[in-house]
């Protein structure tokens, strides 16, 4: 029986959440997911005064995880122009945008090969093809 609750505590007069899960485990365990969420779990008989204290012992490790979690966000979105014959990456595969611009409903569509074809109406801002691109889970 997994239980989870989000709790939060003062390190360094900042608030810090996390995402504590109860379920049958040895030891406290932690991890920091792609987009910086905290997740420890923990044995029901751990009490919660002793999580937290693992965290802010470890609060270290969660800042660098975060920073380069940060750093590649930003190299991520710096890279990317969408513009037409861009180079990007999709999985390790390097593959070449197509930018079409015409009227209809924005999609994105990929040959199976190296091109990677986004269909938008003209005059699309950066924000809505960066936005198109994280809906289907490219960037």
Do not use: W
């Amino acid at each position: 029986m997994n239980t989870s609750t989000t709790r939060s505590i003062t390190y360094n007069g900042d608030t810090i959440e996390y995402e504590l899960t109860i379920k049958r485990v040895k030891n406290m365990n932690m991890r920091i997911t792609k987009d910086g969420v905290i997740h420890v779990s923990a044995n029901a008989y751990v009490p919660d005064y002793r999580v937290d204290k693992f965290v802010i012992e470890n609060m270290p490790f969660i800042e660098r995880a975060r920073y380069k979690i940060d750093a590649l966000n930003a190299k991520r979105v710096e890279a990317l122009q969408y513009v037409n014959g861009e180079s990007l990456s999709i999985l390790g595969i390097p593959v070449t945008l197509r930018l079409v611009e015409q009227d209809g409903k924005p999609h994105i569509g990929f040959d199976g090969k190296s091109i990677l074809t986004m269909v938008v109406p003209r005059g699309t801002t950066y924000e809505a093809k960066h936005k198109l691109m994280q809906v289907i889970g490219v960037i």
